[in-house]
């Protein structure tokens, strides 16, 4: 099984749904995220949460909202999709460097991520 | 400005030469920098880290630092058409949250 499982992998949803992805880890990571995609913009950071306690917006929060259900589970929802939000969406976790604290690798593990269309 | 800037390629090397990619990023404070290669369709996936201003050598990799300059390179040697993907420069500025270049997309010919 993959480390970071998003579902689902592909969505097809109308304008002004409600819609919600969903982002499952087995890393025991506490920092978790969403980014999305779009051609020749990257990744733009949404929403990113520390702990079940602890949730930030990111450059581009307007739209959606987020949930940490538990340490393992990170679940992003669009209120009302708009077809602008027609993108590539990521989850990552990261958690600080184990072995060495004073090497600052903050390295991301990606889900497969999830292509949603909004018509 | 963007905070961290990529040139988009597509950048195209013959097989078995060194391909170097490059990045700048706008936060002086930035702290770790990161390098993640992204095939076609799939996430992106980490390759080479780096924080401290020089080299830092990983099998056919290298990435290099300068802080001064706010700059950030990756050298693959001895491309391989396996290496023809989208590298992605990430800056880490502050431990809160990573920013991300638009990538650079290679390709390796044979």
């Known amino acids: 099984d993959a480390d970071v499982t998003q579902t689902p992998r592909n969505r097809i949803t109308k304008t002004g749904k409600r819609i919600m992805l969903e982002c499952s880890q087995t890393?025991?990571?506490?920092?978790m995220y969403w980014y999305r995609q779009d051609p020749g913009l990257g990744l733009r950071l949404i929403y990113y949460?520390?702990?079940?306690?602890?949730?930030n917006k990111g450059e581009i929060s307007d739209g959606y909202s987020v949930s940490r259900q538990a340490q393992a589970k990170f679940s992003l929802s669009l209120e009302s999709a708009i077809p602008n939000q027609t993108a590539l969406y990521f989850c990552?976790?990261?958690?600080?460097?184990?072995?060495?604290?004073?090497?600052?690798?903050?390295?991301?593990?990606f889900g497969s991520g999830t292509r949603l269309t909004v018509v | 400005q963007k905070e961290v800037e990529q040139n988009s390629g597509p950048l195209s090397v013959p097989e078995g030469a060194i391909a170097s990619l490059n990045c700048t990023y706008s936060?002086?404070?930035?702290?770790?920098f990161f390098w993640y290669r992204q095939y076609s369709g799939k996430s992106p996936e980490l390759i080479m880290f780096?924080?401290?201003?020089g080299d830092k050598e990983d099998g056919r990799f290298t990435a290099q630092l300068n802080k001064a300059s706010q700059y950030v390179s990756l050298l693959i040697r001895d491309s391989q058409p396996s290496d023809s993907a989208t590298y992605l420069c990430?800056?880490?500025?502050?431990?809160?949250?990573?920013?991300f270049g638009a990538g650079t997309r290679l390709t390796v010919k044979p």
């Open positions: 890393k025991g990571h506490d920092r």
């Open positions: 780096i924080y401290s201003n």
């Open positions: 990552a976790t990261s958690d600080p460097a184990l072995v060495d604290p004073t090497v600052p690798n903050y390295g991301y593990t």
């Open positions: 990430a800056v880490n500025r502050n431990n809160n949250d990573m920013r």
């Open positions: 936060d002086r404070g930035s702290q770790s």
């Open positions: 949460s520390f702990d079940v306690k602890d949730i």
